[in-house]
């Protein structure tokens, strides 16, 4: 009996390191005799347009299962035999089998689908005149959506079918859709056209002398945020993200750069010069613009035709109407609140250029909105007849006029004139621009 027990003792013991050893052989199985993950290309990501995803395997003679229903792939799951055509958002899923190997760990791989963002031509910029933009998208078979008046583009916004024309100063925004994809981001185009009025020669009185002042053109409107940025490649603005309202924030050293730059870019004759360094901005020395004092280092060729401020005469002219001047308090009215927007009106912001009443020679908001930078140094009125002046030699400041959105009614009459040191960029500051008349 002893014995007996002695044996079963001894089996069990045998079996037991029979089994351990069974275990240690299993877990130490070589790699080779587990088929190789599969791998796809292109890799899961984001797409524009269709892909043909191929999935591989490195183990020889093994056979690719997949799933695009979101469960794991088994050995009954369909086989893989050639590229998969993926046209919308999808997660593939495949796995690896071969007779007597395990199988490999499932390979999972998403793709999604974005609509091309859209493309405009010719680019955003400043054009001499009206222009066709086309606009396209690289995705096949989406339709594009745009607007005109700084919307968000949806699919219930103007269908893009034909290349939109551009005839003043615009920024078109548009998105491009897909059934089953997702939208494209928003592309963005701004396009400065100027809408320049053309001022006959004239003769009026300032309140202290007769001023005769030749024909030019100057601004339909004040320049625009879109306007500006395209141009200088930012926008300084305050109350910014608003295209269509006046730009602020801008310095006189500012909008004498601005309209360099724009003379340059449109093939002009740039009108400023700054000390001996030429009329480029890009070659006025750094800090040009930072010291108040500087402003009579800046000079004016008064027969080129590139873009500059008016004077402030010819502010002052065009402000009240030139020759079909009706002697009114404000730029178009003795209404303040029918042209002009104002501290009791504005409702603490600037608005949107044109949307009040123009004056006589249909200017807009030479009264209100934002302050406009003349070119002229303040001081005294000269007290003698003048002809097409320029303002003092010399003196602290620059001129501003019209008034703006956060001041009283009285800032807002034609004959109120306000000096600022030529660095202020005030969120109430602006200017538009003018021409000689050539």
Sequence with gaps: MKRTKTLISVFILLTLVLVTFSCNEKTTEPDAQTVATPAFNPPGGSY??????????????ATIRYTTNGNSPTEYSTAYSGPLTVSQDTTIKAKAFKSGWNPSSTASSTYCFATATPIFYPAGGVYNGSLNVTISCATSEATI???????????????????????????????????GWNSSFTASASYVIPEMIFIPVGTFHNGTSSVTVSSFYIGKYELTQAEYAAVMGAN???????????????SWYDAIEYCNRRSIIVGLTPCYSYDTYGSNPNNWPSGWNGNEQNHTNVSCDWTANGYRLPTEMEWMFAAKGGNQSLGYTFSGSNDVDAVAWYNSNAGSMTHAVGTKAPNELGLYDMSGNVWEWCWDIYNSYPGGDQTDPHGASSGYSRVSRGGCWHKYAYDCTVFFRDPNYATRSGYNLGFRVCRNAL
């Design 48 to 61: 524009s347009s269709t892909q043909n995803v191929t999935i591989s395997c490195a183990t020889s003679g």
């Design 236 to 250: 300084p603005s305050y109350f910014a993200g608003n295209p269509n309202h006046p730009v602020e924030q801008v």
């Design 145 to 179: 959506h745009y607007t005109t008046d700084d919307s968000e583009p949806t699919v219930f916004s103007p269908l893009y079918s034909s290349p939109i024309i551009v005839s003043q100063s615009t920024t078109i925004k548009a998105k491009a859709f897909k059934s």
